[in-house]
């Protein structure tokens, strides 16, 4: 098993990047590190556990900023690294994008806790992302627990032929939300991003020059506790499996 714990901690395996990505706490906030982690199992599964007791707003903020455990397939969309060489990949040149996703909340958060796990996509101006680059953030919500949208903000409800989304949309912000919450045992998850990119780009949301540069699955974390443990995250881009399955790991 490898396992890294603390702020700004990755670890590389096949085709993956795993990292802590703890962003969002306040310059005030007391956080454990040591409670903050990813990992790589030696059954080739992987994922992360967080701790967040007591939340404090970066400063100059009001409101909590959430930190993000997360994996990641793809190019950096502030050019800091890449995974894969199928990514960036301009969004005209999508003709099929299924993900697909098998996890399990190894540690339940509780009902008085405040996150979500989703899909996190960045879609940039640019198939060589730096951190000037205009970016458009497109989030798929698996899950969440007291995560409030502002309702002035709601769009129409969106079905990919998986499920039935309830969607958010503002600024360069994009978020289809199923509104359950996460639960005990094992979950799989499958969702059409083609039919979503299509109904932005249908929508005039997207433009098909733009580039889909990187795909993360995370959990955003305001407040609390909890572990998930990940058998497979993987996405299938014009007939190609873009990322395989955990086979070795490195610190970054």
């Known amino acids: 098993m490898a396992e890294e714990c603390g702020k700004d901690q990755v670890l590389d395996f096949n085709k993956k990047r795993l990292i802590t990505n703890l962003w969002g706490i306040g310059q005030k906030e007391t956080i454990p590190f040591d409670k903050n982690c990813i990992f790589v199992n030696s059954d080739d599964t992987y994922g992360w556990r967080w701790d967040r007791p007591s939340p404090v707003p970066q400063t100059g903020q009001t409101n909590i900023s ?35 996703a098998d996890y399990i909340y190894s540690v339940v958060p509780s009902p008085e806790d405040s996150q979500n796990l989703s899909y996190d996509i960045w879609i940039t101006d640019t198939g060589n992302p730096n ?12 899950n969440r627990i007291n995560v409030p949208m502002p309702e002035d903000k709601r769009r129409e409800d969106m079905s990919d032929g998986y499920n039935t989304y309830k969607q958010y949309a503002w600024e360069n912000y994009h978020a289809f939300i199923l509104d359950v919450p996460p639960k005990p045992g094992q979950k799989t998850h499958t969702v059409d991003v083609k039919k979503i990119l299509d109904y932005l780009l249908n929508k005039g949301e997207l433009k098909g020059e733009q580039w889909l540069a990187l795909i993360a699955l995370e959990n955003e974390v305001w407040k609390g506790t909890g572990k998930l443990t990940v058998n497979n995250m993987d996405a299938y881009l014009n007939g190609t499996w873009v990322s395989c399955p955990a086979v070795m790991y490195s610190n970054a």
């Open 66 to 100: 959430p930190i993000a455990p997360s994996v990641c397939v793809g190019t950096d969309p502030w050019g800091g690294f890449s995974t894969s060489e199928y990514l960036p990949i301009r969004i005209k040149d999508i003709n099929s994008l299924v993900l697909y």
């Open 131 to 142: 951190p000037s680059t205009p970016r458009q953030e497109l989030m798929i919500w698996l």
